[in-house]
């Protein structure tokens, strides 16, 4: 499921209800409320992958920019 959806549904319940958005966009609002339970772990997984991103980058650029294994040359 697209977390856009589920944004959709946080930014618009005030006005149209969860009810409402959820029989429109057709998802379950089981599955709404879950998403919203489970904020917090995907807001830690994304600073994490965040941190090992900047890490790769920071590793490649160290190395100037190379990629793999060096290529030997035949002699």
Known sequence: ???????????NRADFGVKRLCRVLGVSRSGYYRHQATEA??????????AAVAEI???????????????????
């Open 1 to 11: 499921m697209k977390t856009r959806r589920w944004d959709f549904i946080s930014k």
């Open 57 to 75: 980058r920071a590793i490649h650029a160290e190395h100037r920019g190379a990629y793999g294994a060096p290529v030997s040359t035949p002699s």
């Open 41 to 50: 772990v995907r807001v830690e997984r994304q600073a994490h992958e965040a």
